[in-house]
């Protein structure tokens, strides 16, 4: 139970490039989706969030077993508050069959309460894991007013595909997604990623 808390709240928050920029219209909804794709996560709307993923994603993590520990993060109280979430830069990969990729790379600032009895024991399970996924010195833990603060910068890899209407959908681009990502993404794109990544 606690490993599966841990790894969700780091699957939330959920964050130099290789090629050429994006056009100006693909840097435009790439903007825009991520701005809506945060949204979801800070509004808590789960169903509208795998709006925004990339549906291959599903072939690996079924949506029932992802809502159903989405149901179970919100009865134990885990609520996330994000600030300052901007898409920093991003740039193009290559296109592997008519599909278009891109690394995406935006600033973290969130803040996780720990307003239940639960959460507050959880917090030194917690503290570790988000210190060794964005760095000591990017994560506060408050003690004495019982919250978590991230603050860092993360990834996500942009994927428009002709199959899906050709509008970017996302993958989170983290270790925890590691195996499915590698199974999804053409070998060449993951390494210009995992560079980019500094993996």
Do not use: C
């Amino acid at each position: 139970m606690r490993k599966i808390i841990v790894m969700m709240v780091l699957s939330l928050v959920a964050t130099s490039f290789y090629g050429q920029g994006l056009n100006q219209k693909d840097r435009q909804q790439i903007d825009q989706r991520v701005g809506s794709f945060l949204q979801q996560i800070s509004d808590k709307n789960y169903t509208g969030l795998v709006d925004y993923i990339y549906p291959r994603v599903f072939e690996h993590t079924s949506k029932d077993q992802m809502f159903k520990t989405f149901a179970m993060l919100e009865q134990m109280g885990i609520t996330l508050k994000f600030q300052n979430m901007e898409v920093l830069e991003a740039k193009a990969l290559s296109t592997v069959d008519n599909i278009e990729y891109a690394m995406i790379k935006y600033n973290l600032d969130m803040t996780l309460p720990l307003t239940t009895d639960d959460l507050k024991g959880f917090a030194p399970l917690i503290v570790p894991s988000l210190e060794s996924n964005f760095g000591k010195g990017n994560v506060i833990y408050n003690k004495a007013e019982n919250y978590i603060r991230v603050k860092g910068q993360k990834y996500l890899m942009g994927v428009k595909d002709p199959e899906y209407k050709s509008q970017w959908l996302f993958l989170i681009y983290d270790a925890s997604f590691k195996s499915a990502i590698t199974k999804i993404v053409p070998a060449k794109v993951n390494q210009q990623a995992a560079a980019i990544a500094g993996e």
